[in-house]
């Protein structure tokens, strides 16, 4: 029996070889030239792919929904939810919210790739004195909430929103690293450590004199070579590929780093946006059929209150939050939440995209930035306030390198113009110079030695705002900023958006609606956060069971 499956399974095998063989390659619907061959140019067509999302992430399907709509009150009188529909893109969500051993990962990566740089690690640390309360005991937390092994699945708080930037930039890095490194793509992990038993181990970090891997840099074709380039990496079909010497000496196979367009690489882990969260949180994807949405909701789940009305679990609390004054946990022997201060990230139901603890616990930082009247004002696309837009620093503009800080990563500089520059342009501001300033003779000027572009706009903005100020809180008086924009208000860019409710918090604050803020560089023993993705590609998540137009391929172009 063992022999015939042998001998069947080779034939088989032998069958899809040939039919592999004989199958035709793709061509381009445009030109007739056929795709991936080295003889002819060497153009690529990358296979067609929805990615998954990334490590911990899970899908949330887009649509319209009402934002703000949940809210049934404004006891606040805030005038800060106006009702406003809206569309969500499909994205993904972390299931959990960001944990303490999650973020003890991210301070061990420090510790371990930057060991002499004591700034970077203490900058890195959740701010533990937010437990302290002038007329409450909370040492024990300061102590033991962030490291010991009792607490490693609660939610990590302290952390302000510029932190948890970083973190997502972080995580973006490290899982694509990840990636590469389990592909073959760069030097696996175990060559990386000598072979797994500690001989010819590679430091690591810094201590290599190498920068750690960056995805922005990787991708720009910044880290190749011996300490980077693994065994399986992607074959190059270009005719300009450089080929290099293999071990015998002679000359390899061509190949090349994993780019973009190949599919392989995660998007970045980031906030989510105000308006994803809140959809995210609302889930109303349990109550439509046809798109028609059978009932709304309050809160992440459904029903008017706050406890479960399912037989086995009637009468529990949904989330941990706070009854009332001076009711955090409920009675000994029968607690209301099970949950004196936060509880852990996989604390009680999930809602209907199965995301845990989308109200109570801890509030969630959002990429906003806040202003009262947001809804009024931002678009019905994918809303969102708080675009800063940035360029890369070039380091050298004729090869397109980008310039690196210290920890490897690249330096972004204010984009200057919210349109695609000339190439004369963009090289004049990466050299310093004022591109919109020409000489008698034609070139552009230079501005002063050692000044760039970025420097000297910001000297200009300066020299504006030194104008004769006379602040008025009416701005009948002020000179300089007639919208007080920042200078003679509260309203300014550093104020971010939270949301969710949390252990804390009564319930008014679970309704997903419900909307707070705080600055970007203050943190609070209420207030954690979760990652989101962006989803490139179709939008739908579970096609099938629904009616679908049917599409013709296109006819591959036959020379005569």
């Known amino acids: 029996m ?74 606040t009188y805030d005038y800060n939810n106006v009702r406003r529909r809206v569309t969500v893109p499909s994205f993904y969500m972390d299931e959990t919210e960001v944990a303490n051993q999650d973020w003890l990962d991210y301070l061990h990566w420090i510790s371990v790739t930057f060991p002499q740089d004591r700034e970077l690690y203490y900058n890195a640390l959740p701010d533990t004195l937010v437990w302290r309360k002038p007329l409450s005991y909370n040492e024990p937390y300061v102590d033991n909430y962030l490291r010991h092994p009792a607490f490693q699945d609660y939610p990590v708080v302290g952390v302000t929103w510029d932190q948890a930037q970083d973190y997502c930039q972080w995580r973006t890095d490290r899982t694509n690293e990840n990636i590469l490194r389990l592909s073959g793509r760069m030097v696996a992990w175990k060559d990386l450590a000598g072979g797994g038993k500690g001989k010819n181990a590679q430091p690591a970090g810094a201590a290599a004199g190498k920068a750690p891997f960056n995805t922005d840099i990787y991708l720009n074709g910044q880290l190749t070579g011996a300490g980077y380039d693994g065994k399986k990496m992607m074959p190059n079909l270009s005719p300009n590929a450089a080929v290099a010497a293999g071990a015998n000496g002679k000359a390899g196979t061509p190949v090349r780093p994993v780019r973009i367009e190949d599919g392989i690489l995660k998007q970045a882990y980031r906030l989510p946006s105000e308006a994803e969260w809140e959809y995210a949180a609302l889930a109303l994807i349990g109550n439509t059929q046809f798109e028609n949405i059978g009932d709304g909701k309050i809160y992440p789940w459904n029903g008017m209150g706050v406890r479960s009305a399912k037989r086995a679990t009637r009468g529990l609390i949904m989330a941990n939050f706070k009854r009332g004054a001076g009711d955090n946990m409920g009675v000994g022997g029968y607690l209301n939440d099970k949950a004196d201060i936060t509880a852990p990230v996989r604390s009680n139901p999930p809602n209907d995209f199965g995301l845990y603890n989308m109200a109570g616990n801890v509030n969630e930082w959002v990429e906003d930035t806040y202003r009262q009247t947001s809804f009024e004002e931002f678009d019905d696309f994918n809303p969102f ?83 004769p100020f006379n602040p008025d809180l009416r701005g009948y008086g002020d000179t300089v900023n007639t919208s007080l924009y920042g200078t003679t208000t509260l309203v300014n860019d550093h104020s971010k958006v939270y949301k969710g409710g949390s252990w804390n918090d009564m319930a008014f604050w679970l309704n997903p609606a419900t909307r707070r803020f705080m600055d970007e560089d203050e943190a609070t023993a209420e207030v954690g956060f979760r990652c989101a993705m962006t989803m490139v590609g179709a939008s739908e998540i579970r096609p099938e069971g629904k009616p679908h137009f049917s599409v013709k391929k296109s006819k591959p172009y036959k020379a005569k």
């Open 385 to 467: 306030r708080g675009n800063e837009y940035t360029n890369k620093r070039m380091a050298d503009a004729t090869k397109g390198l980008y310039a690196k800080d210290k920890y490897g990563k690249p330096i972004k500089d204010p984009a200057k113009a919210n349109k695609k520059l000339k190439y004369s342009e963009l090289v004049a501001l990466q050299q310093g110079q004022n591109p919109n300033a020409n000489t008698a003779a034609g070139t552009t000027a230079v501005t002063t030695p050692g000044v760039t572009a970025s420097a000297a706009l910001t000297s200009q903005k300066n020299s504006l705002q030194g104008k």
């Open 2 to 75: 063992k022999v015939l499956f042998t001998k069947t399974a080779m034939v088989l095998l032998g069958l899809g070889t040939l039919i592999c063989s004989c199958s035709k390659r793709p061509t381009s619907a445009k030109t007739g030239i056929v795709y991936n061959d080295k003889t002819n140019g060497g153009y690529e067509r990358f296979r067609n792919i929805h990615p998954a999302p990334g490590p911990g992430l899970i899908a949330i399907e887009g649509g319209t929904f009402v934002i703000g709509g949940s809210a049934d009150q404004d006891v």
